[in-house]
Protein backbone atom coordinates (compact mmCIF):
# COMPACT_ATOMS: atom_id res chain seq x y z
CA UNK A 1 0.00 0.00 0.00
CA UNK A 2 1.55 3.99 -0.27
CA UNK A 3 2.12 5.57 2.61
CA UNK A 4 0.32 8.38 2.67
CA UNK A 5 0.81 11.77 4.66
CA UNK A 6 -0.71 14.53 5.25
CA UNK A 7 -0.22 18.14 6.84
CA UNK A 8 -1.15 19.76 8.92
CA UNK A 9 -2.79 17.05 11.31
CA UNK A 10 -4.78 19.92 13.08
CA UNK A 11 -5.20 23.21 13.02
CA UNK A 12 -7.37 26.12 14.70
CA UNK A 13 -8.24 28.85 11.94
CA UNK A 14 -10.27 32.15 12.55
CA UNK A 15 -12.93 32.62 10.78
CA UNK A 16 -12.24 34.24 6.93
CA UNK A 17 -9.11 33.03 6.34
CA UNK A 18 -7.84 30.03 4.42
CA UNK A 19 -5.88 26.87 4.85
CA UNK A 20 -3.76 24.58 2.74
CA UNK A 21 -3.84 21.05 3.25
CA UNK A 22 -0.78 19.05 1.76
CA UNK A 23 -0.70 15.42 0.81
CA UNK A 24 2.25 13.05 -0.06
CA UNK A 25 2.05 9.24 -0.98
CA UNK A 26 5.19 7.83 -1.12
CA UNK A 27 4.61 5.94 -4.48
CA UNK A 28 3.18 7.34 -7.98
CA UNK A 29 -0.87 6.47 -7.67
CA UNK A 30 -3.11 6.72 -10.46
CA UNK A 31 -5.79 8.62 -8.69
CA UNK A 32 -5.95 11.00 -5.26
CA UNK A 33 -9.52 12.34 -3.82
CA UNK A 34 -10.38 14.40 -1.00
CA UNK A 35 -13.45 13.37 1.38
CA UNK A 36 -14.45 15.95 4.05
CA UNK A 37 -16.24 14.56 7.33
CA UNK A 38 -18.03 17.03 9.14
CA UNK A 39 -18.56 16.18 13.10
CA UNK A 40 -20.50 13.01 13.62
CA UNK A 41 -21.16 12.40 10.41
CA UNK A 42 -19.65 10.15 7.61
CA UNK A 43 -17.34 10.89 4.63
CA UNK A 44 -18.38 12.93 1.26
CA UNK A 45 -16.19 13.13 -1.42
CA UNK A 46 -15.50 16.51 -2.35
CA UNK A 47 -13.34 15.83 -5.79
CA UNK A 48 -10.96 14.02 -7.57
CA UNK A 49 -7.54 15.84 -8.09
CA UNK A 50 -6.42 15.19 -11.72
CA UNK A 51 -2.98 15.25 -12.32
CA UNK A 52 -1.87 18.68 -13.91
CA UNK A 53 -5.52 19.65 -15.19
CA UNK A 54 -8.57 20.73 -13.00
CA UNK A 55 -9.67 19.07 -10.16
CA UNK A 56 -13.65 17.25 -10.32
CA UNK A 57 -15.92 18.25 -7.96
CA UNK A 58 -18.86 16.70 -6.92
CA UNK A 59 -22.16 18.33 -6.66
CA UNK A 60 -21.99 20.89 -3.52
CA UNK A 61 -18.27 21.75 -3.94
CA UNK A 62 -17.07 24.41 -6.15
CA UNK A 63 -13.58 25.50 -6.84
CA UNK A 64 -13.14 28.92 -5.25
CA UNK A 65 -14.23 27.68 -2.00
CA UNK A 66 -11.82 24.27 -2.63
CA UNK A 67 -9.54 24.82 -4.42
CA UNK A 68 -7.46 21.59 -5.35
CA UNK A 69 -3.83 21.23 -6.94
CA UNK A 70 -1.81 18.19 -8.16
CA UNK A 71 1.43 18.95 -9.80
CA UNK A 72 2.18 15.68 -10.03
CA UNK A 73 1.31 11.80 -9.22
CA UNK A 74 2.67 12.24 -5.83
CA UNK A 75 1.29 15.24 -4.16
CA UNK A 76 -1.74 17.07 -3.94
CA UNK A 77 -3.09 19.87 -2.03
CA UNK A 78 -6.73 21.06 -0.52
CA UNK A 79 -7.66 24.31 0.26
CA UNK A 80 -10.44 25.56 2.26
CA UNK A 81 -11.29 29.10 1.64
CA UNK A 82 -12.69 31.96 3.62
CA UNK A 83 -13.16 29.82 6.17
CA UNK A 84 -16.48 29.36 8.64
CA UNK A 85 -17.26 27.33 11.70
CA UNK A 86 -19.19 25.35 9.26
CA UNK A 87 -15.90 24.02 7.50
CA UNK A 88 -14.95 23.04 10.68
CA UNK A 89 -14.03 18.85 9.73
CA UNK A 90 -11.35 16.56 9.16
CA UNK A 91 -10.38 16.18 5.66
CA UNK A 92 -8.77 13.08 4.07
CA UNK A 93 -7.22 12.63 1.28
CA UNK A 94 -7.05 8.98 -0.41
CA UNK A 95 -5.65 7.36 -3.33
CA UNK A 96 -6.16 4.37 -5.28
CA UNK A 97 -3.23 1.87 -5.95
CA UNK A 98 -2.36 -0.15 -8.96
CA UNK A 99 -4.30 -3.14 -7.67
CA UNK A 100 -7.64 -1.44 -6.69
CA UNK A 101 -7.65 -0.54 -3.35
CA UNK A 102 -8.50 2.95 -1.82
CA UNK A 103 -6.72 4.21 1.35
CA UNK A 104 -6.53 7.20 3.00
CA UNK A 105 -4.07 9.36 5.11
CA UNK A 106 -4.85 9.85 9.02
CA UNK A 107 -6.76 13.24 8.19
CA UNK A 108 -6.07 16.53 9.02
CA UNK A 109 -8.63 18.01 11.76
CA UNK A 110 -9.75 21.51 11.09
CA UNK A 111 -11.59 23.74 13.27
CA UNK A 112 -12.84 27.04 12.59
CA UNK A 113 -13.66 29.83 15.15
CA UNK B 1 -27.10 6.78 -7.80
CA UNK B 2 -25.31 4.58 -5.30
CA UNK B 3 -26.22 4.06 -1.81
CA UNK B 4 -24.78 2.26 1.61
CA UNK B 5 -27.09 2.04 4.25
CA UNK B 6 -25.97 0.90 7.56
CA UNK B 7 -29.05 0.56 9.61
CA UNK B 8 -27.41 -0.24 12.97
CA UNK B 9 -26.07 3.15 14.66
CA UNK B 10 -24.24 2.24 17.69
CA UNK B 11 -23.61 -1.07 18.91
CA UNK B 12 -22.15 -2.14 22.70
CA UNK B 13 -20.75 -5.43 23.36
CA UNK B 14 -18.97 -7.67 26.07
CA UNK B 15 -15.39 -8.69 25.08
CA UNK B 16 -14.93 -12.10 23.72
CA UNK B 17 -18.73 -11.41 22.21
CA UNK B 18 -19.08 -12.23 18.44
CA UNK B 19 -20.61 -8.63 16.88
CA UNK B 20 -22.09 -8.31 13.28
CA UNK B 21 -22.64 -5.23 11.43
CA UNK B 22 -24.44 -5.12 8.87
CA UNK B 23 -24.27 -3.35 5.19
CA UNK B 24 -27.20 -2.87 2.58
CA UNK B 25 -26.16 -1.31 -0.94
CA UNK B 26 -28.13 -0.03 -3.78
CA UNK B 27 -26.24 0.74 -7.29
CA UNK B 28 -27.48 0.12 -11.06
CA UNK B 29 -23.76 -1.19 -11.99
CA UNK B 30 -23.33 -4.58 -12.66
CA UNK B 31 -19.98 -4.16 -11.33
CA UNK B 32 -18.33 -2.88 -8.33
CA UNK B 33 -16.33 -2.88 -5.66
CA UNK B 34 -17.17 -3.19 -1.64
CA UNK B 35 -15.25 -1.73 1.03
CA UNK B 36 -14.85 -2.15 5.08
CA UNK B 37 -13.16 0.37 6.81
CA UNK B 38 -12.32 1.31 10.66
CA UNK B 39 -12.13 4.32 12.35
CA UNK B 40 -10.29 4.47 15.75
CA UNK B 41 -11.20 7.19 17.77
CA UNK B 42 -7.60 8.38 16.76
CA UNK B 43 -9.66 9.46 13.34
CA UNK B 44 -7.65 7.59 11.02
CA UNK B 45 -9.18 5.37 8.48
CA UNK B 46 -7.99 2.47 8.07
CA UNK B 47 -8.77 -0.05 5.07
CA UNK B 48 -9.66 -3.61 5.84
CA UNK B 49 -11.05 -5.26 2.67
CA UNK B 50 -12.37 -4.29 -0.69
CA UNK B 51 -14.61 -7.13 -2.54
CA UNK B 52 -15.25 -7.33 -6.32
CA UNK B 53 -19.00 -7.94 -7.35
CA UNK B 54 -18.13 -10.95 -9.07
CA UNK B 55 -16.29 -12.79 -6.70
CA UNK B 56 -19.05 -13.67 -3.81
CA UNK B 57 -16.66 -15.85 -1.74
CA UNK B 58 -16.62 -15.26 1.78
CA UNK B 59 -13.57 -13.95 3.26
CA UNK B 60 -11.70 -14.63 6.84
CA UNK B 61 -8.69 -12.44 7.98
CA UNK B 62 -8.03 -13.62 11.36
CA UNK B 63 -11.02 -12.40 13.68
CA UNK B 64 -12.51 -10.74 11.14
CA UNK B 65 -14.98 -12.47 8.39
CA UNK B 66 -17.03 -10.81 5.45
CA UNK B 67 -20.25 -12.63 4.07
CA UNK B 68 -21.39 -10.76 0.40
CA UNK B 69 -24.87 -11.83 -0.27
CA UNK B 70 -25.23 -10.55 -4.21
CA UNK B 71 -28.77 -11.80 -4.07
CA UNK B 72 -29.45 -9.59 -1.12
CA UNK B 73 -27.45 -6.60 -2.20
CA UNK B 74 -25.40 -7.07 1.33
CA UNK B 75 -21.90 -7.49 2.44
CA UNK B 76 -22.34 -8.14 6.62
CA UNK B 77 -18.86 -7.94 8.48
CA UNK B 78 -18.84 -10.01 11.41
CA UNK B 79 -15.92 -9.21 14.39
CA UNK B 80 -15.43 -12.75 16.56
CA UNK B 81 -13.94 -12.60 19.77
CA UNK B 82 -14.36 -8.99 20.04
CA UNK B 83 -11.40 -7.39 22.10
CA UNK B 84 -11.81 -3.28 23.47
CA UNK B 85 -9.23 -2.45 20.65
CA UNK B 86 -11.94 -3.18 18.12
CA UNK B 87 -13.99 -0.22 19.45
CA UNK B 88 -14.24 2.31 16.02
CA UNK B 89 -16.65 3.55 14.00
CA UNK B 90 -16.81 1.09 10.88
CA UNK B 91 -17.90 2.59 7.53
CA UNK B 92 -19.08 0.51 4.63
CA UNK B 93 -18.18 2.01 1.06
CA UNK B 94 -19.48 1.26 -2.73
CA UNK B 95 -17.67 2.53 -6.02
CA UNK B 96 -17.95 1.71 -9.48
CA UNK B 97 -15.18 0.30 -11.57
CA UNK B 98 -15.15 3.57 -13.71
CA UNK B 99 -14.15 6.21 -11.71
CA UNK B 100 -13.27 4.65 -8.02
CA UNK B 101 -15.55 7.44 -6.23
CA UNK B 102 -16.51 5.94 -2.64
CA UNK B 103 -20.33 5.98 -1.32
CA UNK B 104 -20.22 5.88 2.35
CA UNK B 105 -22.66 4.38 4.60
CA UNK B 106 -23.49 6.18 7.95
CA UNK B 107 -21.51 4.14 9.77
CA UNK B 108 -21.81 1.62 12.67
CA UNK B 109 -20.01 2.82 16.23
CA UNK B 110 -18.63 -0.38 17.76
CA UNK B 111 -17.98 -0.44 21.27
CA UNK B 112 -16.56 -3.17 23.04
CA UNK B 113 -16.39 -3.03 27.10
CA UNK B 114 -13.98 -5.21 28.82
Known amino acids: SAVISQKPSRDICQRGTSLTIQCQVD?????MFWYRQQPGQSLTLIAT?????????ESGFVIDKFPISRPNLTFSTLTVSNMSPEDSSIYLC??????????FGEGSRLTVL | AQKVTQAQTEISVVEKEDVTLDCVYE???????LFWYKQPPSGELVFLIR??????QNEISGRYSWNFQKSTSSFNFTITASQVVDSAVYFC???????????FGAGTTVTVRA
Open chain 1, 94 to 103: SDMTVTGELF
Open chain 1, 27 to 31: SQVTM
Open chain 2, 51 to 56: RNSFDE
Open chain 2, 27 to 33: TRDTTYY
Open chain 1, 49 to 57: ANQGSEATY
Open chain 2, 93 to 103: ALSDLNDYKLS
